[in-house]
Each structure stands twice: as C-alpha cells, then as structure tokens.
C-alpha cells in the first residue's frame, strides 16, 4: 500500500487564487514538494505538513526532474498524502508528465489538481480578453525554450498562424523570438504586451510590437514573464503605460 500523489496548480502567485480544492489538500498534506516561485502564503497553507523546495528556475541551479520523480515515489511509500505544488496550471509547461509517467510506472496513485495559468491571470489583470469576436479566434501557448534532445521546436510557426499567442519564458530570448516571429511573417508592428510577475505586488506591464520586443525586454527583472501578442493588446500598446493600475484608471 502506498500514499497518493497529487499535482497540484497553486496558480499565478496571488494565494487567494488557489482553488478550494488545492487549499484543502494542502491543510492535510504530510508532505509538500513545491515550486520555487510559490507564494510563502500559499505554503503556510500546508502548516503540518514537511516542505520540499524542488523548484526550477531558467539559468539557474534546480533540481533534476528525475530525482523529483524519486522523492515522489519514495514519499507515497512513506506518507498517506503527498502534495506536488507546481507555480499555474501543472499540465501546462511544468513538466508534469514526466511525474505522471514515473508515478504511473511506480504504481503509485495520483491525482491532478488543476490551477489558474499565468495567462490567463495577466488576461484578467489587463481586462483584455484572450479572444474577441470578429478580431481573435484562436490562441497558442507556446514556449521557444528547448530541452536538450527534444525535436524541432516549431513554436514561431504556430504562434504566427495564430491571433494571440502567449509565450511562456520567452523574455529572456527577446531578440530570437522577434527574429523568428517575423520570419514567420508576423508584422513588426504587432502589437506586444509582456506581463512579470501577474498578480505578483511587483506585476509590470510593458507594452510594445514585435520590432520592438527585444528593447522592451531590457526592462524586465528577475521574476516569471509571459509575452503576449495579438492585435487585442492594440489598446494596451496604444496606452505605453507599465503599470496595470494605470491601465485599469484610463479605460
């Protein structure tokens, strides 16, 4: 016999965005393994509960993705409940498959507890709609970031095919991805919206167009940024404000 698994969203980083759900199984966990980006609020959740930082961050020291899926296995086979707290939604960027495959493998039950995603976080702090009748029909997520021995990454292609596509840890390649965006026929002068930190105290928005990306990523900081393009973000670049209040005060 052994504990259960369960994947857990802890959303965008704002704890009052975690789900009812999440909140509860993080009250009677015994053991938490999290991400490193997680709110201290959000973790003070889990109070009886030991805790775990497995988090990863780009270009910085993290820990291995195997020896996740081991510590996984080896708490289920200790512990009743065992909290995998990953930053959005688990099932998008965040690896979960591979924990699924391995707890799967392992014969260890697991559940998945889904979570609010950055992009849609940064969509309800823009008041912008992902969508919009007649102007955006369709959306990508993507990311141009590559793990070492994956298959071509086609990522520019399906984000310039789309109406909006948000770009998940793309900031810090601004100058490929403007390069490859406009390869792939995207106009320079499409309009950009990069959100750090959503819901985060230190939210930033910049506002700026594919041309320009590269200049406007200078002003980014250390904290999770998604990179949005589309024509629904046409009144936010109009605005050339970087602070969501200010947005929010002139509409």
Known sequence: MSGTVYLVGAGPGAPDLLTLRAARLLARADIVFHDALVHPETLALAERAIKVAVGKRSGKHSTAQRFINKQLIDAAQK?????????????????????????????????????????????????????????????????????????????????????????????????????????????ASRAVVIVENATGESRKVIPTDVGHLPAAAQHVGDGPALVMVGEVYAAVQALGIDLPEAYLQLR
Not at 122 to 132: F, G, I, P, V, Y
Not at 141 to 155: D, I
């Open 79 to 187: 512990y009743p409940t065992v909290v995998r707290l990953k930053g959005g939604d688990p099932m998008l960027f965040g690896r979960a498959q591979e924990e699924i495959d391995a707890l799967i493998e392992a014969r260890i039950p697991l559940e998945i507890v889904p979570g609010i995603s950055a992009a849609f976080a940064a969509s309800a702090e823009l008041q912008c709609s992902l969508t919009r009748r007649a102007l955006a029909r369709s959306v990508v997520f993507a990311t141009p970031r590559e793990a070492a021995g994956s298959k071509q990454n086609e990522w520019a292609k399906a984000a310039a095919a789309a109406d909006t596509a948000v770009l998940y840890m793309a900031a810090g390649e601004a100058q490929s991805v403007s390069d490859a965006l406009i390869a792939n026929g995207v106009p």
